[in-house]
């Protein structure tokens, strides 16, 4: 598994499935580094309606766009850079390990590897960041709903691996980054993501019921 995928914008004849496969590449994006002027540049153009006009997400899109609309790459740059990039300890981690241990490099991260195997998935060697890191999980989760292959990327699969190594622990990542006093892009971005991780939750809560 690489670094995200480039971004796309799907139009509203897109099917259900590419619309979440992209916003999952979209947020894993985000989360990876800050947004260059070319991926502001579409956010600049892009449509305003969101994911589901009424639903859970379009609050909290509306608030992504104009965040996103509003900054400039030296600002996302700085802001990200403040949050998350230190030569010792960042300011806010954005590893599940971490949040799901207290320590990086724990258990957590070993388990993850051991799943990532068998879904015949490794990592980047020349990749920066541990697969624990939030745009990695984001990433697999695009990649199990896009996928080719069947046997691997399939609602079971992507139930499982959201329910281990996602729900668990993003959603104290995304408090954390609002709480912090110098977010404002990634505030907008958290929010999103937690408002994202509430309506995955909600679909795979149905699909245990159905």
């Known amino acids: 598994m690489t670094d995200a995928a480039p971004l796309t914008f799907s139009s509203l004849d897109d099917s259900d499935e590419l619309a979440r496969a992209e916003l999952y590449g979209l947020l894993a994006r985000l989360w990876l580094a800050p947004p260059d ?9 892009a449509v305003t309606q969101a994911p589901e006009a009424g639903g859970l997400l379009e609050g909290p899109w509306m608030e992504l766009v104009g965040v996103l609309r509003a900054t400039t790459p030296e600002a996302a740059a700085a802001e990200h850079a403040a949050l998350f990039l230190a030569i010792g300890k960042p300011e806010v981690f ?11 490099h724990e258990k957590p991260l070993a388990t ?21 890191h939030i745009a990695y999980v ?9 996928g ?12 499982r691996f959201f329910r281990t190594h996602v729900q668990p622990w993003v959603g104290q990542l995304c ?32 699909l245990e019921v159905s």
Do not use: K
Request: aromatic letters at 10%; glycine letters at 4%; one cysteine or more.
């Open 37 to 45: 002027a070319e991926l502001l540049q579409q956010f600049g153009v």
């Open 94 to 104: 954005t590893y599940a390990s971490y949040y799901l241990s207290g320590f990086l």
């Open 112 to 132: 993850l590897r051991e799943d990532l195997a068998a879904l015949g998935l490794t990592r980047d060697t020349q990749s920066t960041e541990t697969e624990d």
């Open 138 to 146: 984001l990433e697999v989760m695009r990649y199990l709903i896009a």
């Open 148 to 159: 080719d292959d069947v046997a691997t990327c399939n609602l079971e699969q992507q139930r």
């Open 175 to 206: 408090s954390a980054v609002r709480a912090h006093p110098r977010a404002r892009t990634w505030a907008a971005v958290a929010i999103f993501t937690q408002a994202f991780m509430d309506v995955e939750t909600q679909g795979f809560d149905m």
